[in-house]
């Protein structure tokens, strides 16, 4: 894993994110939507994060992921 990849998997969560309704997915529909394992949602989260694009909401179920800006 480096960052060139974790920069590949940041730009198709943020792509599913944008076609999504509402710009809103959970974890689990971000692995539907990406096909990327649950790790390296959370390291392109962790890069999306960082650079302010998400909101970021933990529920007991899951935890939501809404693109902001």
Known sequence: MN????GTWAG???TALNNAEE???TV???KKAT???EKEIYAALGWLGR???LAIVETEADITVTLIG
């Open 3 to 6: 960052l060139e990849t974790i």
């Open 51 to 53: 650079e302010g694009k």
């Open 23 to 25: 710009a809103t997915l």
């Open 12 to 14: 198709l969560i943020w």
């Open 28 to 30: 689990k529909g971000l």
């Open 35 to 37: 096909k990327l394992k």
